[in-house]
């Protein structure tokens, strides 16, 4: 009777103290949250081409089936943990490497987008088989964001950010780019990114060269676009944003020539309008075919490059959850991307 008496007068206590941790924990993350927004605030006020640091990374492209390959057996060899955030995820050899490192013990937890535009039930078979794997999936919080539109990876210590979604066809069809890389700084704002997004919480950290929607991406973009003094190559899925297009259509005016492969109309019927907007204002717009262009990319005076899941549209830089990169661009680098745009829309003979 007596240690019915003391646990009845104890439990307002623990319910008492487990409220109080929790609201603390609740305010906690507030005030973090209002940190960090002030601090990115503060970073973007100050940001300019030469805070892009430099970065080692490997940058690879497709269509090449090898670049399958070499992201399975990345995930093969894993022994810690494989995060995945990425819109579409549908390709076999990939769904069946995450299920293997989840057999191995390996710390696997992937965020889908739950709405795929123009096709809902995408990515639905994929969250249920990694679910009955025992993989740790969730879908996007779509109160955060339109949708959670990021191409990431972290695999162990490596990240790699590609502006390409997890399908046979970005492999095999598109014109995609991957960043492989190992910062240190990077990588732990990606892995707090996708740890946040994974929780459906809301988070406001980047680094200098990160990308990330809707954070500092229109900033850096256009930051980017407007240092630009010799030229600007851009490859784009598709267009559709006022203030992108009125920094292009400065630099044209000030004899910046400025020269955008894109998706063909017909992979992308919105292009047509696109097309002929940004054609009148002196922009030489290249259109392909084959590969299908999916990539999004900057190369600006074959100095600073942008890879990354935005495109340029105000949906992308404003409202979606979205990742990319800035970097100081390598020799190698601007001869294999010039060489790779040349390929996928020549100039135009006249």
Avoid at 58 to 80: E, N
Avoid at 249 to 269: E, F, R
Avoid at 288 to 297: F, N, Q, T, V, Y
Wanted: proline content about 3%.
């Amino acid at each position: 009777m007596f240690r019915k008496n003391i646990i009845f007068l104890l439990a307002p206590f623990f319910f008492l103290s487990s409220c109080t941790n929790e609201y603390w924990q609740f305010h906690e993350q507030k005030t973090k949250l209002t940190e960090q927004k002030q601090e990115t605030t503060q970073t973007l006020q100050d940001f300019s081409v030469d805070k892009i640091e430099p970065r080692s990374v490997k940058i690879l492209t497709t269509p090449d089936k090898k670049v399958l390959d070499r992201i399975v057996s990345m995930i093969d060899g894993a022994k810690q943990q494989v995060l995945v955030e990425v819109y579409i995820l549908t390709e076999k050899r990939i769904i069946q490497a995450l299920k293997d490192a989840k057999k191995r013990g390996v710390d696997v937890r992937v965020v889908l987008e739950k709405n795929v535009f123009g096709g809902t039930t995408i990515n639905t078979k994929t969250f249920k088989t990694l679910q009955t794997a025992g993989v740790s999936v969730t879908y996007d919080n779509s109160k955060l964001y339109n949708f959670v539109h990021t191409k990431l990876l972290i695999i162990d210590n490596t990240y790699i950010i590609t502006t390409g979604n997890l399908s046979y066809s970005s492999f095999v069809y598109n014109r995609e780019f991957y960043v492989i890389g190992t910062d240190g700084a990077d990588l732990q704002t990606l892995q707090n990114i996708f740890s946040a997004d994974f929780e459906g919480r809301e988070i406001s950290e980047s680094t200098n060269n990160l990308v990330v929607s809707p954070i500092n991406s229109r900033k850096k973009i256009e930051t980017l676009l407007t240092s630009a003094h010799k030229d600007i190559f851009l490859y784009a899925e598709n267009f559709w944003d006022s203030s992108i297009l009125d920094i292009l259509t400065q630099k044209v005016s000030d004899g910046i020539p400025v020269t955008l492969c894109m998706a063909d109309p017909s992979k992308v019927p919105s292009n047509t309008e696109a097309i002929a907007l940004l054609v009148s204002k002196g922009i030489d717009i290249r259109t392909s075919k084959k590969p299908i262009i999916h990539a999004k990319s900057a190369l600006i005076d074959d100095i600073y490059s942008y890879l990354g899941s935005e495109n340029y549209s105000t949906n992308s830089l404003d409202n979606n959850r979205e990742i990319g990169i800035l970097m100081r661009s390598s020799p190698e680098f601007v001869k294999m991307f010039h060489s790779v745009f040349e390929s996928d829309c020549p100039r135009t003979k006249k």
